[in-house]
């Protein structure tokens, strides 16, 4: 049986669950919480010496990190991932976007607000998340105000990606409503058969 | 012809001018100096709307931006990436910690004190370059000690995103001899045939 390492409330560890479920494979969730530091431990730092969730093991024991690798892994030979050749760079691109442009400030605002409640303790730092994180959502309206899905191979794992922290944007102050392309792609993601949403703070 | 636009200091777009040699396809070079403003005018911004270098335009026009896309777009079908499984999986898992957990620190504090020379007015940020950066070859050196290379299929793409900033880290401060499986990884990928190094600051 896979297990997955991860923390409930983390959109990267949210698309490890969501390609397992989606491609049908059983998994163990081990609840992880980073915040509280569980990914810091000699223990869990054997598995990953980056000290990051999500984890995935496998049934030999294999660990596989990065949740982008996680992605590609389970994907590979389903419909959410295209095969080698530029439909599937398409993929790779919005992956990396994800990681560079996207998540360190989407995902960051959304944890320094609602999770770790210190953004007023980092005023210059929310102010660069605020900005990039616009700049990372119009990129993204501006492929789907004219397109139903990230790519033209159909819902991929890009969508997954972008949908992780996308989805809970507000959490960090963004207003998806600014961007109705991008509202109107996450009302589609969030419609399809298998998906589930991140939990959110109460 | 295949045409890259990039900046000859920066490491991401020495990434897609190494591939094309290393798989022997020829290429123009565009000089586009992002530090200069160039990835902000609309022109460029037709070719990659999230501004950045580097991009590949393939002789039909396409597009493919993000270095690390390019890297595997090029490297397919090459033994520079295993075919799909966890061999391949591995190569991933490397090029999302590069974009997440090496670039921003270690590029970063090169560019900003080599080249925009404007380190002393960052305390903090540099501060956080210098122990993220520090913390991220401590990952690669577990690795290195007691390995050639990054993974077990031999010198990869992995090998090359690492290489990109890594070889000329000193230029942010870092000092490779604190990391000795580092550094002799840097000159084994070094003395491979094809290889070049990043133009340097004088």
Redesign the interface.
Same mark, same amino acid.
């Not at 596989?64 to 690798?69: L, R």
């Given at each position: 049986m896979i297990a997955v390492y991860g923390a409930a409330t983390s959109g990267n560890c949210w698309k490890a669950a969501q390609i397992l479920r989606l491609t049908g494979q059983p998994f163990d969730w081990v609840e992880t919480d980073s915040n509280g530091g569980a990914t810091g431990t000699s223990a869990f730092l054997a598995l990953n010496?980056?000290g990051?969730v999500p984890i995935a093991v496998l049934s030999d024991g294999?660990v596989?990190? =990065?949740?982008?690798?996680i992605l590609?892994?389970f994907a @590979?030979?389903t419909l959410w991932l295209p095969p080698?050749?530029?439909a599937r760079?398409r993929v790779? =691109?919005w992956?990396?976007?994800e990681?560079?442009?996207h @998540?360190?400030y989407i995902a960051v605002a959304r944890n320094l607000t609602t999770y770790l409640k210190t953004a007023d303790q980092f005023p210059e730092r929310m102010a660069q998340c605020m900005a990039r994180g616009a700049k990372a959502l119009?990129?993204m309206e501006?492929r789907l105000s004219g397109h139903e899905w990230l790519t033209d191979a159909g819902p991929t794992i890009a969508d997954l990606a972008l949908f992780a922290y996308t989805h809970v944007a507000d959490e960090g102050g963004f207003v998806l409503a600014d961007y109705p392309g991008v509202a109107a792609w996450v009302a589609r993601l969030s419609a399809l058969p298998g998906m589930t949403t991140l939990r959110r703070a109460r």
């Open positions: 010496p980056n990051k294999s596989i990190t =990065e949740s982008n690798a590609l892994h @590979e030979g080698p050749g530029l760079t790779y =691109e992956l990396f976007f990681q560079y442009s @998540e360190p119009g990129v501006r």
